[in-house]
């Protein structure tokens, strides 16, 4: 319930069937609101565990499918990079190889070399948390916790979501998309690239 | 363009009267002419500048003199090239070749962190001189006082130079790191604050530069993105350090670039009267 007043209210932006879908969104939010605030007052004080439960951000990408006689699955990396362009946390890394790290040029050049170079025992379960093994052509889903790679939340601020796909005997995608904590009820969608989308990202 | 071979190489080691005298020695002519600008630009090219694998890799590295950057026109002799491991030691070339317009050797990079590969020459004397009545130029390999028993009598513009060439270039594997780049306090050397490894087009970078370990002002450099072959316009930055021997650029280009820096200054020896630091790096500038 609580999420469909703001695809509504999105949708409707962008829509020129403008003032129907207005009084929809109208309407909407008159039968959500006794709703919402009855919740807000059932969650008053579950508030700190309704915090750890947080998705921040919610991701959907496709893989496309590639007609190519040399097809290889391509090594895709999803990271998230602070105002200053430091990674904070590394969402997920497919691969095969490790030779071919490097691939994912700006993954391997901002988080990568550093958490794979380490030896601590944290650093080997962070690197685990997040591989994978490549996968195929597809519609695939992530969700943010709002964590950083040390497990810490992260402070309000501006960030930005990255997502890098290279393929062997392919292309290379890098996808960015900015936002800020906190936020909610936000919505964005970036345009595919050859590798690499269309990807959908949901702040709930 | 066709150069003498130099008759005295006894500065150069036994097996340093390949090409790279030849190119040294071209710099050398240009030197009394029309100063270091036209000196031939000796370069190290990696193939790989950065590895991610698991295990160690072999990288394969062209080593070759031109003017076109980076197509190779005279092949560099290896004797002297160095290769630096992260944790400070030595390592050796694997296989190499030398051809008439471009070295190649393999490098077995084992060890995690930065490397250095430097093809150094050693600081050679050159004295500069002319005589006759047509006044032409010539010069001796020679410092300031074995020149003295060798120079004619009616010798005029004397001058000696010492001159230093190194050529360097750094691969990663893995993380970057710094060992490599700890400054010897010796001749032309370059520094942070930007890391080899750690340039990327269209941001800005900041390499210092130092003379016997202290910044060093006014270095001339040149600066210019691969491919000039490919293109009209060669695309070659001028530009001089700062008083604080910082560099400031921003290569908008991706992939290598070559940096010349030449930093020529009096000094007051008994065997020259100046010298002049050439160092040449090959660095990568990543996609964004």
Not at chain 1, 31 to 58: F, H, R, T, V
Not at chain 2, 90 to 99: D, N, V
Not at chain 2, 221 to 235: A, C, F, I, Q, S
Request: charged share 25%.
């Amino acid at each position: 319930m609580f999420l469909t007043v703001p695809t509504i209210l999105l949708r409707s932006i962008g829509s020129a069937a403008y003032t129907k879908r207005f009084c929809l969104m109208i309407a909407s939010i008159l039968i959500c609101l006794p709703l919402m605030a009855g919740q807000a007052i059932a969650n008053a004080d579950s508030s700190a565990k309704k915090k750890a439960d947080e998705k921040p951000l919610d991701i959907t990408f496709t893989l496309p499918e590639i007609a190519t006689g040399q097809y290889q699955r391509p090594y895709v990396a999803v990271w998230i990079e602070n105002s200053k362009g430091k990674s904070v946390k590394t969402l997920a890394v497919w691969h095969g190889d490790k030779k071919w790290l490097k691939d994912l040029r700006r993954w391997w050049r901002k988080a990568g070399r550093y958490i794979e170079s380490s030896s601590t025992p944290a650093d080997k379960a962070l690197s685990d948390s997040f591989t994978g093994a490549t996968r195929s052509p597809g519609r695939y889903s992530l969700s943010w916790d709002g964590l950083d790679d040390a497990g810490q939340p992260l402070a309000d601020g501006d960030y930005q979501l990255v997502l890098e796909a290279a393929r062997e005997h392919g292309s290379r995608t890098l996808l960015k998309q900015k936002f800020k904590l906190p936020d909610t009820n936000t919505r964005f969608r970036i345009k595919a690239g050859k590798e690499l989308g269309p990807v959908e990202i949901v702040q709930p | 363009m066709s150069y003498k071979l130099p008759m005295k190489l006894k500065h150069w080691g036994k097996k340093a009267v390949g090409v790279t005298a030849l190119a040294l020695s071209a710099a050398a002519i240009n030197l009394s002419v029309a100063g270091l600008a036209q000196a031939h630009p000796v370069w190290l090219l990696p193939h790989e500048f950065n590895l991610s694998g698991d295990k160690g890799e072999w990288v394969t590295v062209d080593a070759s003199a031109s003017h076109t950057i980076f197509s190779p026109d005279k092949a560099l002799s290896l004797d002297r090239v160095a290769i630096f491991t992260p944790e400070g030691g030595k390592q050796r070339l694997g296989s190499y070749f030398k051809g008439q317009r471009r070295s190649v050797f393999d490098l077995d990079i084992n060890q995690a962190g930065t490397w250095k590969l430097a093809a150094d020459r050693a600081p050679i004397y050159f004295t500069f001189y002319t005589h006759g009545k047509r006044n032409a130029k010539k010069r001796l390999f020679a410092d300031k006082q074995a020149a003295q028993a060798q120079l004619p009598e009616d010798a005029k513009n004397v001058v000696t130079k010492l001159i230093s060439v190194s050529a360097v270039s750094y691969i990663t594997w893995q993380a970057p790191s710094q060992k490599v780049l700890e400054l010897k306090n010796k001749g032309l050397e370059l520094a942070g604050p930007t890391h080899p490894s750690d340039v990327v087009a269209g941001d800005e970078v900041s390499f210092q530069f130092f003379i016997d370990g202290k910044p060093a002002a006014n270095v001339n450099v040149e600066l210019t993105p691969h491919g000039t072959k490919y293109r009209n316009d060669r695309l070659m930055q001028k530009l001089k350090t700062g008083k604080d021997g910082l560099l400031v650029f921003t290569p908008e280009i991706v992939g290598p670039w070559y940096l010349s820096a030449q930093l020529e200054r009096d000094i007051a020896t008994d065997k020259a009267d100046s010298e002049s630091h050439m160092l040449y790096m090959t660095f990568d500038a990543q996609l964004p």
